[in-house]
């Protein structure tokens, strides 16, 4: 991503989600739709100029002046997102998919002061994990979302450390992968691009990472967003969600038998 294309998508994601959001590289890396979505749904509740009918001429003019500014930052994320989810457009770049899991057993830590999250309108009528399914609880932010996601994936051993664990990848070919600049972005792909692992060693190798990170559950508990009661709770409306979005998908699918 060029200096300028990057500035102008943090500038626009300062003004989508507030000024006390802590914008990093990363925090772009995990940003996804449905997150960029809520929060301009969330702009637009407070600043179109609608809202502002009954308010003087100068007040109008100052939200409509706010509510087109909001507007472009989001269509600006949008056409991002939608370029790194796309590589064969410009400016691919790594878009991890939230992986988050669930809690752990740690013993709850006494609740700091929070504020308070909205509710979203609904739950998505998609299968969820418990990270994006708290998420839309409106237990947490999209922020606190995102830095539990990069904590997990900090404590996690990377697939290079694996693969030369298991004798598949010598620590000379893991620099090589990790230099390569073909159209790959991800490790295992890189590592499939040059011929080095084959598909399903690297599936091998994602599941074993999946099953050795810390469960996301336990940042929330960690921060005092939740305790582990709620964090229980929060897993058995998840389990109920996932149930019923699959019975819908199985009858739909009977249906057009």
Not at 57 to 84: C, G, M, W
Request: aromatic content about 8%.
């Amino acid at each position: 991503m060029h200096f300028q294309s990057e500035t102008a998508v943090f500038s626009a994601c300062r003004t989508l989600f507030g000024k006390e959001v802590n914008l990093t590289r990363e925090f772009l890396n995990y940003l996804q739709p449905s997150g960029a979505k809520a929060a301009f749904r969330n702009q637009a509740k407070a600043h179109h100029p609608d809202a502002h009918a009954s308010s003087s001429t100068q007040i109008r003019n100052q939200q409509t002046e706010r509510f087109r500014e909001i507007r472009q930052a989001y269509d600006l994320i949008t056409e991002f997102l939608d370029k790194r989810h796309h590589p064969q457009q410009k400016n691919p770049s790594s878009a991890p998919s939230p992986t988050a899991s669930y809690w752990g057993s740690k013993s709850a830590q006494p609740r700091k002061q929070q504020k308070p999250h909205s509710r979203l309108s609904k739950v998505p009528s998609i299968p969820l994990e418990f990270g994006m399914f708290t998420y839309y609880q409106g237990k947490v932010s999209y922020q606190q979302l995102i830095e539990a996601l990069v904590w997990q994936r900090r404590q996690r051993p990377t697939l290079g450390v694996i693969a030369q664990k298991w004798g598949w990848l010598s620590e000379a070919k893991v620099t090589q992968i990790l230099g390569h600049r073909g159209h790959a972005v991800r490790f295992g792909k890189k590592a499939i691009e040059l011929g080095y692992l084959k598909p399903h060693q690297v599936e091998a190798l994602l599941k074993n990472q999946r099953s050795l990170q810390h469960r996301i559950g336990e940042y929330f508990i960690g921060k005092g967003l939740m305790t582990e009661e709620e964090a229980e709770q929060i897993s058995q409306s998840l389990t109920n969600h996932n149930n019923q979005v699959c019975s819908r998908a199985k009858c739909r699918s009977n249906s057009k038998i």
